[in-house]
């Protein structure tokens, strides 16, 4: 079955950069995007961007852009997501999610990392 | 950016009893192809998303048929014919049409 497992919660301080990752099984790794996806405590969720593991092409929301790269490594069908210049705001839970298995949609989110919790604090 | 809007914030239920969100979009999901790109989704407290329907009306896979959804261009809605204490969550729709990815603010279901 499909699984995607996340790396670890962390504590950085501001101005530190984090990286996650995700690790999926149960399927061919370079057959579906992996997308980002994060929820402030308390708040909603708030789609961040997306990667092709096939070709490693990458699309972001503009809000991260500069901040935020998305990479992979096909070898152990891991996509990592790493944000930079972190600030207090960006203490969030993230999750990588991936589509199901459609021609006519590949951005429903049928599979979803457990989350990983990131808290940024001095 | 596609901006979506959800009503109401909060909604309490009585197990048994219908209930029904709305999901409104700044633009219309309709593509060319005839579909909706809107979606929707519930988060149990605690837990990752778990994907409800698709394409604007259809269930996901494993999804009680009590849950559907409806609606075309800019509004939408889902329905539960009969909620049940699982339900309890927040659901969030979604559009899928254009990037960037744009969620709903979210609508907390409980029980009365």
């Known amino acids: 079955q499909v699984q995607l497992v996340q790396s670890g919660a962390e504590v950085k301080e501001p101005g530190a950069s984090v990286r996650v990752s995700c690790k999926a099984s149960?399927?061919?790794?370079?057959?579906?995007?992996i997308n980002w996806v994060r929820q402030a405590t308390g708040q909603g969720l708030e789609w961040m961007g997306w990667?092709?593991?096939?070709?490693?092409?990458?699309g972001s929301t503009q809000k991260f852009q500069g901040r935020l790269t998305l990479t992979r490594d096909t070898s152990i069908s891991t996509v990592y997501m790493e944000l930079r210049s972190l600030r207090s705001e960006d203490t969030a839970v993230y999750f990588c999610?991936?589509?199901?298995?459609?021609?006519?949609?590949?951005?429903?989110?049928?599979?979803w990392g457990q989350g990983t919790r990131v808290t940024v604090s001095s | 950016d596609i901006v979506v809007i959800q009503s109401p914030l909060s909604l309490p239920v009585t197990p048994g009893e219908p209930a029904s969100i709305s999901c409104r979009s700044s633009?219309?999901?309709?593509?060319?192809?005839?579909?909706?790109?809107l979606d929707w989704y519930l988060q149990k407290p605690g837990q990752s998303p778990q994907l409800l329907i698709y394409?604007?009306?259809d269930r996901a896979s494993g999804v009680p048929d009590r849950f559907s959804g409806s609606g075309s261009g800019t509004d939408f809605t889902l329905k539960i014919t009969r909620v049940e204490a699982e339900d309890v969550g927040v659901y969030y729709c979604?559009?899928?049409?254009?990037?960037?990815?744009?969620f709903g603010g979210g609508t907390k279901v409980e029980i009365k």
């Open positions: 999610a991936r589509g199901r298995e459609s021609t006519i949609t590949t951005t429903a989110f049928e599979h």
């Open positions: 149960g399927y061919t790794f370079t057959s579906h995007d």
């Open positions: 990667m092709n593991p096939k070709t490693g092409n990458t």
């Open positions: 633009q219309s999901l309709l593509a060319s192809n005839g579909y909706n790109y």
């Open positions: 394409l604007g009306s």
């Open positions: 979604m559009q899928t049409l254009q990037l960037p990815l744009t």
